[in-house]
C-alpha cells in the first residue's frame, strides 16, 4: 500500500515569494492534515480536513498561509509571501476518520532565505 | 506553554540494555497516548499507544507505561537495536478528539554497537 506522497521533498525560496506544497493522501483516508515542525520542535497541527471541509484551521496563519483538498483527496498547502520564519518542515498526514492513526508523509522541508 | 514535554533532547545507550524514554503532559484532559519514532529526511511513524484506562501497553520490545496520577509516560525499548536510533516523539490528545495530537519536542536516541 502507497503511503501518503508529499512534493517536493525541499524547496529553498527567497522572502516574499509564493510557495506551494502537496500531498497526496494514502487511498481511501478521509481526514487529512498539515503539521509544520520547526527545528528541534515536534509536529504542530495546521489544519485538519474532513473529505473537502476544513473542520479544524484554528492554528493556520490565515493572513499568508492557505490550504485546500479539492474533492476530498489530495491537498495543497500555500503561502504568500513567505517570510523567514517559515522555514520548517511541512509535514502532511492522513487517517481513515478522525478517530484513526494518522500516517505520515516524509515532508517537505522549505527553507526560505 | 508546552502541554508536552519531554525533558530529555537525547539519550544514548548501548546495544542490549534498556532504553526508557520520558514524557510529561500538564493537560488532565488528555487520556489517549502515543509514541512515533522519526528517522532523518522521512515523517513520524507510529510505534505505540496507550490509553488512560490502562498504565500498560505491550508491543514486542516496545513497551509503555502511563502514570496519571504523575501526568507521566514512559516508552521502554528491550532489549534495544542500533536500527532504534531515531527521535522519539511523544504525542497526547482527548479521545474522541484523537485527531488533535500535541507533540512533544522530542527525545534523539542512539544505540551504540
Known amino acids: 500500500e502507497a503511503g501518503v506522497v508529499q512534493s517536493p521533498r525541499y524547496k529553498i525560496i527567497e522572502k516574499k515569494q509564493p510557495v506551494a506544497f502537496w500531498c497526496n493522501p494514502i487511498s481511501g483516508h478521509n481526514t487529512l492534515y498539515w503539521y509544520r515542525q520547526n527545528l528541534g520542535q515536534g509536529p504542530e497541527l495546521l489544519i485538519r480536513y474532513e473529505n473537502e471541509e476544513a473542520v479544524d484551521d484554528s492554528q493556520l496563519p490565515k493572513d499568508r498561509f492557505s490550504a485546500e483538498r479539492l474533492k476530498g483527496v489530495d491537498s495543497t498547502l500555500k503561502i504568500q509571501p513567505a517570510e523567514l520564519g517559515d522555514s520548517a518542515v511541512y509535514l502532511c498526514?492522513?487517517?481513515?476518520?478522525?478517530?484513526?492513526?494518522?500516517?505520515f508523509g516524509p515532508g517537505t522541508r522549505l527553507t526560505v532565505l | 506553554d508546552q502541554q508536552v514535554k519531554q525533558n530529555s533532547p537525547s539519550l544514548s545507550v548501548q546495544e542490549g540494555r534498556i532504553s526508557i524514554l520520558n514524557c510529561d503532559y500538564t493537560n488532565s484532559m488528555f487520556d489517549y497516548f502515543l509514541w512515533y519514532k522519526k528517522y532523518p529526511a522521512e515523517g513520524p511513524t507510529f510505534l505505540i499507544s496507550i490509553s488512560s484506562i490502562k498504565d500498560k501497553n505491550e508491543d514486542g520490545r516496545f513497551t509503555v507505561f502511563l502514570n496519571k496520577s504523575a501526568k507521566h509516560l514512559s516508552l521502554h525499548i528491550v532489549p534495544s537495536q542500533p536500527g532504534d536510533s531515531a527521535v522519539y516523539f511523544c504525542?497526547?490528545?482527548?479521545?474522541?478528539?484523537?485527531?488533535?495530537?500535541?507533540f512533544g519536542k522530542g527525545t534523539k536516541l542512539t544505540v551504540n554497537p
Open positions: 504525542a497526547a490528545a482527548v479521545q474522541g478528539g484523537s485527531e488533535k495530537l500535541v
Open positions: 498526514a492522513s487517517s481513515l476518520d478522525r478517530t484513526a492513526g494518522q500516517f
